[in-house]
Every structure is written in C-alpha cells, then in structure tokens.
C-alpha cells in the first residue's frame, strides 16, 4: 500500500533537479534517463535513512527502470524560467536528451542533509550509462517487487539487499 502521507514539493523537486542538472548536465553519459535514476535514489535512499523523501515525488516502474512522474513540467518550467536548456544530441550512436544549467541553481529548501544524500548518489551513479544505470535500477528491490507502471511504494526500501541499503556511514562526506 503506497503512503499517503508522502506529497509532491514541485518547488523542492525544481530545486533538486536543477542541482543534479548543474552537477552532471555536461557529462557525456548523463541525459534524462541517468537523471530519472538519480532523483529516484536520492529520494529513496533518503527515505531509508530518514522516513521521509527529499522531494515527495511519485516515481513509476517503467521498463528502464524508475521513472518520476512530475520530471516533464519541472523540466518545462526550468527552461521556462530560463535556468536550464535542453538538447537533442547522441552518446555513442543513440539519441539522447541533455539538460545544461544557464545559473547556479537555488538550493535554499534542501539540508545540508538532503545534498549530502544527493552528492553521494552523484558521485555513485553519474559515470554510468542510460543502459548501466537502467540495470543497475533493475535489482533495487523497490522497483522488483512493483508491478509494472505502477507507482512504486517508499515502503519498500526496507527490504532492499544490502548491495542497495544505504547507512548514515554512507552519505558523510
């Protein structure tokens, strides 16, 4: 049963986006699906460690893994505002959609917690590929005990395997 108590903060979501975007945006193997994975950990593997998800975002099984569901109209209104920029391009034969910062992104509704947790999924997932990152989702038991396009259960994280489970060791710098 997916928690009720757990409510979308567009503002929060924009802010964590745009961070991610900043940090990784120009890297060769990041486009939209690195970046699908990477707001999904970092708000899951929070959630382990806290009970409470940085952004409240819904993320969805999709065949390549998790999907959030507010990813196309925080990424409109981040172009929109004239913070990020989009671009077609490809990595290594295959289409990809890149997203480049134009400013230094505001942060001032996440913790020194929140971008703690953010940095560690960075530095562990921004030197895979679409492909290396959609697989790597593929074992978090989150997304394996969800039925297919549904909305994956917060919940779930506490019965991860240990290659997943994060600890408090693991997100200080």
Not at 88 to 95: E, R, T, V
Request: proline share 3%; charged share 25%.
């Amino acid at each position: 049963m997916i928690n009720q108590n757990i409510v979308l903060n567009e503002e929060k979501f924009r802010q964590v986006l745009h961070y991610l975007i900043s940090k990784v945006g120009t890297m060769d193997k990041v486009g939209k699906t690195v970046l699908y994975k990477m707001l999904y950990f970092s708000d899951f593997d929070f959630y382990e460690l806290n009970e409470v998800s940085i952004t409240g975002e819904k993320y969805f099984k999709l065949s390549h893994g998790p999907a959030p569901s507010d990813f196309d109209i925080a990424v409109s209104d981040l172009i929109s505002s004239g913070k990020v920029r989009s671009l077609d391009s490809k990595y290594k034969g295959y289409p990809q959609i890149k997203f480049v910062s134009l400013c230094e992104p505001d942060l001032n509704l996440l913790s020194a917690n929140e971008l703690k947790a953010i940095e560690r999924v960075i530095n562990k997932l921004s030197n895979m590929t679409a492909s290396q990152v959609s697989g790597y989702s593929h074992g978090d038991m989150p997304w394996k005990a969800t039925e297919d396009n549904e909305e994956i259960d917060y919940e779930l994280v506490f019965y991860r395997d240990p290659a997943f489970s994060v600890t408090e060791d693991d997100i200080v710098c």
